[in-house]
Each structure stands twice: as structure tokens, then as C-alpha cells.
């Protein structure tokens, strides 16, 4: 099994900033993509950003420069810096891991329980 246990989300006045972390931990051989994504209330999921072991990165459009996606591969991490932070940004965030999995050499798709981001005055 593999667990995903994010933290960082919370209350910010607009223009705030905040850092998501996401830990996996369990059953797991390598880590390649991770990322994150977001669901706000009434809407579909969408993509945030994404990056793969080796850095490359990608962000959806109305991140604008806002966002900053990182991970520490030693620590099995991926991390979501939020800056300049609108309350159009308020949702559920969602991590993402793609797992290869110990002993069985197979890949899955894991997602953490999501955090509440809500920017407001």
C-alpha cells in the first residue's frame, strides 16, 4: 500500500501566499510524475501542475507565474509553493503520485485526501 499525506492548506487574504507538502510513504519502488490538482465547489477536478523525476515541469494556464511546483526525491515529497494567491483560487488541492510499486514492479496512480485552500479577506 502507499499513502499520501498532504499538509499546508488553510485560511489567506488575497495576495497571501502558502506551501502545500505531500509525503508518500508504504509500498514503493521509484516515484516518476507527481503533482497537483484542485476541485472547487460545484466544479471538476482540474490540473495544476505536474512535474516528473527528472524536473520537467508543467502548469496550467491560470497558475500565471503564481505557483512553484518542486519535489525532494529522497523524501518521496512533492511540494506546491502558492504566491499572489486570488480568491478564484479557492478549492480542494489534491496530490498525485505516479508509483512504482515495490515487489511487484507495477505502476499505479495514488491521490492524497486533498486540503482546503480558501483565499479570502
Known amino acids: 500500500q502507499v499513502q499520501l499525506v498532504e499538509s499546508g492548506g488553510g485560511l489567506v487574504q488575497p495576495g497571501g501566499s502558502l506551501r502545500l507538502s505531500c509525503a508518500a510513504s508504504?509500498?514503493?519502488?521509484?516515484?516518476?510524475?507527481m503533482g497537483w490538482y484542485r476541485q472547487a465547489p460545484g466544479k471538476q477536478r482540474e490540473l495544476v501542475a505536474t512535474?516528473?523525476?527528472?524536473?520537467?515541469?508543467n502548469y496550467a494556464d491560470f497558475v500565471e507565474g503564481r505557483f512553484t511546483i518542486s519535489r525532494d526525491n529522497a523524501k518521496n515529497t512533492v511540494y506546491l509553493q502558492m504566491n499572489s494567491l486570488k480568491p478564484e483560487d479557492t478549492a480542494v488541492y489534491y496530490c498525485?503520485?505516479?508509483?512504482?510499486?515495490?515487489?511487484?514492479?507495477?505502476?499505479?496512480?495514488?491521490w492524497g485526501q486533498g486540503t482546503q485552500v480558501t483565499v479570502s479577506l
Open positions: 498525485t503520485t505516479r508509483v512504482v510499486r515495490s515487489r511487484t514492479y507495477t505502476q499505479a496512480d495514488y
Open positions: 508504504g509500498s514503493i519502488f521509484s516515484i516518476n510524475a
Open positions: 512535474i516528473t523525476r527528472g524536473g520537467d515541469i
